[in-house]
């Protein structure tokens, strides 16, 4: 063991790494050129290696086909190739010294290295698997659809599906909600055991605040942005995190995110007479109290608070420049008095068979007339109109004729549907060539704005103003 020791001493005593060589996703192999580049390594030894590699895979490949076949297709080797080293590359990044890394490579067989790095991959799967039950039993109450399906759907296909000893390389999951900060150079299991453990720090950070300021908070977002916060991929944490700065460096306590009006005055008195070095510092010392006052120790989430802080400067800074402050900062916004009611109740959707059978009969129908009374007279909500839209019952001009019966509001409605990336501005424009030109492969949508532009302009003006009058709460958007 002495000699081996010695070995390695000697080998490190050689290299000069350049650590900017190193990739995190092909992290021996740029150990092995690395190696050959800096002498640590020769040709021979480097071959050796690639040679140990080819009968680790030969083996799993007969593994894989339980011992059918000793061949598979190239794209199933190549997976099992990059699961290897995905496995190699967790227990040579242990390594803090990348030339006693390389060290090591000389001294052991690639065997050997390959199993212990299998067992690095099962134990991160461990701690992934019990991070996310800590995750799951302390999720936000919150409408947001984004985070919910990442945490219901998302993560648990990953958890069920993932495969240690031929895809451990392969992330498998469709995480739709994104963090704050977010590393995706990392591939498989550490890159979901470092989305949950920073997801883990953002909610805890979140349950700081109460349930009530939360929502309240998400709500004025919504309405300032003019979106619907419900179905918009953005991140709660940071969103909090930046309030409740805002309260602190306005007078106001940290663990309340509510702005009010005269707390924004002086938020803005104070960026527009401080250049960029002076809002820097006011802000950082904000966060330092902060941290103070919500008494957080842990130094991972005191180093993810700051270095999200410093993406909140620089929209300061900006917005103070162009006096948009009121974009950055999330203050109180009154509900507009409606002056229509939204005629599409989500309480009057009907059962799942009694849709089908409704959609059979429009089917059969001969007369457009018949359809659409049938249509009139049974299609109360909203989830049934669009289903209904959907469900290939309507051909060319029955879209019109239905189109026709709708009034203003119900017409701002499918508006909001079928425009709702254009039409966040608080002043639709339904002349713009964006709107114009919009393009869908809903067969639908594309009848619907042929049938928006067919329209006289003082139609097309009120419609936009019934969009305008429309609150995004009062809708649910599929």
């Not at 890159?191 to 309240?216: H, P």
């Amino acid at each position: 063991m002495d000699s081996e020791k010695n070995k390695i001493r000697a080998l490190v005593s050689q290299g000069k790494i350049n650590k900017s060589r190193l990739s995190p996703n092909r992290y021996t192999i740029s150990l092995l050129n690395e190696g050959l580049r800096t002498g640590m390594l020769n040709s021979r030894e480097v071959y050796d290696i690639q040679s140990e590699w080819m009968l680790i895979l030969k083996n799993l490949i007969r593994r894989y086909t339980r011992g059918e076949s000793s061949s598979v297709a190239s794209e199933t080797a190549e997976g099992i190739l990059a699961s290897i080293l995905y496995a190699t590359d967790a227990y040579m990044l242990r390594f803090d010294d990348p030339e006693k890394a390389i060290a090591y490579l000389k001294t052991f067989h690639i065997r050997e290295i390959y199993e212990e790095g299998v067992d690095v991959v099962r134990q991160c799967f461990e701690e992934t698997k019990q991070l996310y039950r800590e995750i799951k039993s302390n999720k936000l109450d919150v409408a947001v659809d984004a985070y919910h399906m990442t945490i219901d759907e998302s993560l648990p296909v990953f958890l069920d599906k993932y495969e240690i000893i031929f895809d451990a390389h392969n992330t498998m999951a469709s995480i739709d909600y994104p963090l704050a900060i977010d590393d995706m150079r990392i591939q498989g299991v550490f890159y979901i055991r470092q989305y949950l453990e920073r997801l883990k720090m953002e909610t805890k950070f979140c349950g700081f605040f109460s349930k009530q300021d939360l929502q309240q908070t998400l709500v004025n977002f919504g309405r300032i942005c003019g979106f619907d916060y419900r179905i918009e991929l953005f991140n709660i944490f940071q969103l909090m995190l930046n309030n409740a700065v805002f309260s602190v460096l306005s007078g106001g306590k940290a663990n309340q995110v509510h702005v009010s009006t005269c707390q924004y005055k002086r938020l803005e008195r104070l960026f527009t007479h401080l250049d960029a070095s002076r809002i820097r510092f006011a802000v950082h010392k904000a966060v330092d109290h902060l941290l103070d006052d919500l008494n957080i120790r842990n130094i991972q989430m005191a180093g993810y608070i700051n270095q999200c802080t410093n993406d909140l400067i620089q929209r300061v800074i900006n917005a103070a420049r162009h006096n948009s402050l009121q974009t950055v900062i999330i203050t109180e916004k009154e509900e507009k008095p409606k002056s229509i009611v939204v005629s599409f109740k989500e309480a009057d959707r009907m059962s799942d068979s009694r849709f089908r059978l409704l959609v059979e009969k429009i089917r059969e129908c001969q007369e457009t007339e018949d359809k659409i009374q049938l249509i009139r007279a049974n299609f109360h909500s909203l989830q049934d109109y669009i289903d209904m839209l959907n469900a290939d019952c309507l051909f060319a001009g029955e879209y019109t004729a239905l189109f026709n019966t709708f009034g203003d509001m119900e017409l701002a409605i499918l508006s909001k549907i079928v425009f709702y990336e254009e039409l966040r501005g608080d002043v639709p424009d339904f002349s713009s060539p964006i709107v114009r030109e919009k393009k869908s492969e809903a067969e639908w949508q594309m009848h619907y704005i042929q049938f928006i532009q067919s329209l006289s302009k003082g139609r097309i003006t009120s419609i936009a103003e019934s969009v305008h009058d429309i609150d995004y709460e009062e809708i649910k958007f599929y």
